[in-house]
Every structure is written in C-alpha cells, then in structure tokens.
C-alpha cells in the first residue's frame, strides 16, 4: 500500500529558530513530491521536487528529494508566527489509473511563539 | 495567476436538502479534482475530471454527484446527506491530468466549509 510518513507531527518553536520537517515515502510509480502549507483554508503549494540533490528555495524555505533513501526535508529558517501552519507532504504517482492522485502524508503542524 | 475559486466558502444544509458545491478556475487547466478534508486529516481524494470526462471515482457515495459542465467549472451536487460527510470540500486543478511533472502543479481552491445537520 502506497504511503507517506511525516515527522514530527507537531512542532513548537520561537521566532528565529530554524526547523526540519520530514517526509518519508513508500510508493509505487513514483513522480514527484509536494509540499503544501495550510492555514485554516485550502493548502497552498510551496514546492514540487521531482529529481533527487536539487534544492529548491523560496524565501526562507528550502527542500530537498532523497530518491534513494525515498525522503524529503522542508527547511525553514529564522521562522516568523506567520510561518504557524500545517506543512502537508504529498506524492504524487505516475500511470493513468493514478491520474490526480496525491498520497498525502498526515502532515505537521507547526506553530512559531513569538 | 494561480487561482481556483469555490463557492460558497460555507454551507449548511439538512439531511434532505440538494445543494452543489461549485469551482471555477481559468488557467486553461485540463484537469479538475475534489478532494474532501475532515478536521485534523490529510485531503482525501474523490474525483478527478480528465479533459472534462470523469476518470476517477475513488468509491464515494451516489449522495455526492460531480459533473464538469465544461472545462473551466466543476460542480459537485449533494443530495441526502448525513452529518458525517461534514467537511472541508476541497477543488482542485492541474494543467494535464498527466505529463511532464514540472509543469502538472495541483493547485488548491480555498474550499467550502461544509456542515450538514
């Protein structure tokens, strides 16, 4: 059964500090790995990572795809209260029968005190 | 510009009531999808629309209706519903239902509270 493990589940830090987030994978027919942040409405989309050692960077955010060891990490740095959400990991597959499919981890949440 | 728009943003209805959930998104996006969402749960997928055409049906309940009147607008029709299918309906699209993956983002509509009592 396909599946996305993230860790931790929750997380509280101070402004200033910088956090990991994980996601691990076990998936047939693997494509690519998003990462989504969500508030109190609808996730929005911060990277998709579809080849392993290429980081991708927004900001004070940065990710990274581990096709081997079948992970990803989801860097922020310096974080601000703003940064407080759920951080969504999500894999989606290849094939026509997996069309739109995104496995989604459990996701993190995160809050920043001030 | 990547926005998908869903209205209502809240809805309450009864368990005899017909209501629809509607989405529209013009980035000439070729696939459409609705997800549902309980509290403190991942999305979980219900349909996907492939060049307008339904492709993906992941079991979910006749009580819950899609259908995709052309290829910006995506309607999912409720009808008898129970207060379990209370939830955050989330729309979404992407640009090919399949393809290259650097260019098949899915991109989120900010959902409609749904609350059925």
């Known amino acids: 059964e396909d599946k996305v493990v993230q860790s931790p589940l929750s997380l509280v830090v101070h402004e200033g500090d910088t956090v990991t987030l994980n996601c691990s994978y076990e998936?047939?027919?693997?494509?690519?790995l998003l990462w989504y942040k969500q508030e109190k409405k609808a996730p929005t989309f911060l990277f998709m990572l579809?080849?392993?050692?290429i980081e991708k960077k927004s900001g004070r955010l940065s990710s990274i795809l581990d096709k081997k060891e079948l992970f990803s990490i989801l860097n922020i740095t310096a974080t601000q209260t703003g940064d407080s959400a759920i951080y969504l990991c999500a894999v989606a597959l290849h094939g026509s029968s997996n069309t739109g499919k995104l496995i989604f981890g459990q996701g993190t949440t995160l809050q920043v005190k001030p | 510009d990547t926005e998908v728009t869903q209205t209502p943003k809240h809805l309450v209805m009864g368990m005899t009531n017909k209501k629809s959930l509607k989405c529209e998104q013009h980035?000439?996006?070729?696939?459409m999808y609705w997800y549902k969402q309980k509290a403190k749960k991942p999305p979980e997928l219900m349909f996907v629309?492939?060049?307008?055409?339904?492709?993906i049906n992941e079991s979910v309940p006749s009580r819950f209706s899609p259908e995709c009147p052309n290829s910006s607008l995506l309607n999912l029709h409720l009808h008898a519903l129970q207060p379990e299918d209370s939830a955050l309906y989330l729309c979404?699209?992407?640009?090919?239902?399949?393809?290259?993956?650097?260019?098949?983002?899915?991109?989120f509509g900010e959902g409609s509270w749904l609350t059925v009592v």
């Open positions: 629309y492939s060049y307008e055409k339904l492709s």
């Open positions: 998936v047939t027919n693997f494509r690519s």
């Open positions: 979404a699209s992407s640009q090919f239902p399949e393809g290259q993956a650097s260019r098949n983002t899915i991109y």
């Open positions: 579809t080849s392993s050692g």
């Open positions: 980035m000439g996006h070729r696939a």
